[in-house]
DNA sequence: CGCCAGGTTGATTTCGCTCAAGCAATGTGG
DNA sequence: CCACATTGCTTGAGCGAAATCAACCTGGCG
């Protein structure tokens, strides 16, 4: 492996935005050749260790992310130093796209919460391509908007539902992204969080959670053991936020 | 006056695009002549009444929302009729973008505060304006992406600010957008909101609303007549959502 | 072995919601 | 002009969910 200082630029593993895996999943599938070889030229990769951060509140905008391998969360602190982790990016992202498009400084932090590998795509270069594609500009309308679209779908959560609710559709979420949801029947899979990370991301506190997970497992809902859940009846899961579905 | 009825069509005002008052703090400030020859073709004015709804959640997006005069209100409600007012729209300001720009359906409804006029717009025109001219996605990228800056600024203060807190910040916010705000010294404005739309804002009940706006007038640190709010020290009102500041 | 981070548990408190009633201003029909 | 609904807002009492504070596990690691 290369070295693994904070944030250390890398030559090992995909060579180039060509050979790149998760182009296909990226804004970037709309560029012509010419514009991804000027992506390409514009394009720095790095890697981080969990715990690393990639930006910070407050830093300027340099350029955008593109996730290629591990996981990275984004997290908005206040002056008291409570915070919210809003959301997690994984392979195929974009990560800090908000910053510049907005044209303001970062708003919020994001910290590898996994090994990963970004390629770092400078602030100019993105505008260039901005500005001559529209169907570029199109796509990240598309990724703001969704993502726009979930954040006031977590506004309306946080305000109406409970501690229990927010976890139960949380777990519904995760499930999606990294579990294989065979559709019915039991499930298992991985928590790709902490106890306080999962805290963080429905907005309660690492003690709250922790009875709350008590509580859906003597309820029969769930199964903890570390990191691996085990839903029997994924029903009694999606009931506990929507119970009107199955009245 | 013409017809009030829902949603009503209308000739009075503005005649078109060329004309119109507001159209220099749009994101088509940014079009040709030929293109606003084009908008203005796939422009219809609107009129409502206070109470009407522009749409619903769940409808299809038809287009986009130009405002000329009035106020409108986007709100979400859940399952049990919980409801949040996500933000206030005004002069100048484009409603229902995000889903046309998601290529969702409404995720939110929008209902008149005042009496409004607005321009309907419909798809076929702002996909084409769009795809042609990527100024006009960039104008709509930055605005999209800052309107997700302040929800997720939302999702931290409704997650770790009690309240008060949040209804002060309300305050300042509703006293930039509809106050004069001559910067020091005693301010006194107008709310153009309900005790129960300014609940909904910050997403709590009328009577916590109501208990807040007591203790803050006993604290002296606002005073409420109906919908005049006079505000002795601005800095006190800051300090109740931003007490690091006075540190 | 002792330390420490991550997690759990318990006791207590507080904030804000719910339910219920009361009140002032406005409107409506007889 | 009065009885009466209706609407928007306030007030009170009680309760419950979740935060806070504090102690205490437990497993990994120097």
Redesign the pocket.
């Known amino acids: 492996m290369a070295d693994t200082g904070s944030g250390s630029q890398s030559g090992s593993g995909s060579i180039n935005c060509f050979t790149c895996q998760v182009r296909d999943r990226t804004e970037w599938c709309v560029l012509s050749d010419a514009e991804i070889e000027l992506l390409n030229k514009g394009r720095i990769t790095k890697e981080y260790l969990p715990g690393e951060v990639i930006f910070h509140e407050g830093d300027p905008c340099r350029g955008v992310f593109c996730m290629e391998t591990g996981m990275v969360g984004v997290r908005k602190t206040d002056a008291d130093g409570n915070s919210v982790l809003l959301y997690l990016v994984t392979p195929g992202d974009t990560l800090g796209y908000r910053a510049l498009l907005a044209g303001e400084d970062y708003q919020a932090s994001a910290e590898a919460l996994e090994p990963t590998r970004i390629c770092v795509i400078d602030s100019p270069t993105v505008r260039s391509l901005l500005e001559h594609n529209p169907a570029l500009g199109l796509r990240y309308l598309k990724r703001v908007s969704r993502s726009l679209g979930s954040a006031e779908e977590k506004i309306l959560h946080n305000a109406t539902l409970?501690?229990?609710a927010r976890f139960a559709h949380l777990l519904m979420v995760l499930l999606d992204k990294y579990g294989h949801k065979n559709s019915e029947g039991p499930t298992e899979f991985e928590l790709p969080l902490?106890?306080?990370d999962l805290a963080a991301m429905i907005g309660?506190?690492?003690?709250?959670?922790?009875?709350t997970?008590?509580k859906m497992e003597s309820d029969g809902v769930a199964k903890f053991a570390g990191r691996t859940v085990h839903i029997p009846v994924l029903e009694s899961l999606i009931m506990e936020f929507e119970p009107e579905t199955f009245l």
Do not use: G, L, Q
């Open positions: 409970s501690v229990r902490s106890r306080h309660t506190t690492p003690e709250s959670m922790s009875r997970i008590k």
